[in-house]
């Protein structure tokens, strides 16, 4: 991987690893020679769907020139927003090697739903508990949030929120306890919903699944 491009997964790798599920990269990763499926299989082991996709960002600067235009394939589709923000990182490095038509720097896109590092960082220090505004999208703290405070019936809940049965099963199946079971729900409802899973959103549909926020005292 080009020294450009190890410096554009750095800087997006916090949003990276909060956002991603590996097994949506791996398929591409394997077609194009990136991954062994043993390999995939070795990082997929143990953890959290964060763990998993920290070894996985960790483990793609090493594997080759054309890991990262694979990489992006993926993210183009199940995360064209992730896919924008790694784009205009490496167009930071004075590249237009992904860009489809050449665009003036000062107009170059950028995408606050894929924060550098450093902003990564800011924004956490800065949080409260309580949402700086509706209209922006879901952090992965405020998931937090709401995973450590629903409790009971979030089972149900989940299938109101367009999860099947099989999708409550995998995440009681793939993590350790209620609360991050329910979180792995919530992850997933994010990604569901991309851009659109705002707190507003989150908030409208958890009162239309039956959770109650203010017994909860939620978002």
Known sequence: ???????????QFVTLAEEINPE????????DGILTPHMALIISTGGTVYDKANRLLSVLPSRG???FGSFL?????YY????????AAVNTDNTQLYQPQP????????????PSAAGMTTQMASLSVSVQSDSERVTEQQLMFVAEKMN???????????????????????NNGMIMQIHAML??????KGPDATCERLKQELKDAGVDLDAYGLL
């Open 1 to 11: 991987m080009e020294v450009r491009h190890k410096k554009a997964l750095n800087s």
């Open 24 to 31: 949506y990269i791996f398929p591409y990763l394997i077609e």
């Open 65 to 67: 020139p054309g890991a």
């Open 73 to 77: 394939r993926a993210l183009g589709v």
């Open 80 to 87: 064209p927003w992730l896919k924008d923000g790694l784009i």
């Open 103 to 114: 665009t003036p720097k000062s107009s170059q896109p950028t995408s606050s739903n894929a």
């Open 152 to 174: 009971g019936d979030w089972e149900s809940q989940a299938i109101r929120l367009g999860f099947q049965s099989a999708d409550v099963a995998r995440f009681k199946n793939d």
């Open 187 to 192: 992850r997933a409802w994010r990604t569901k």
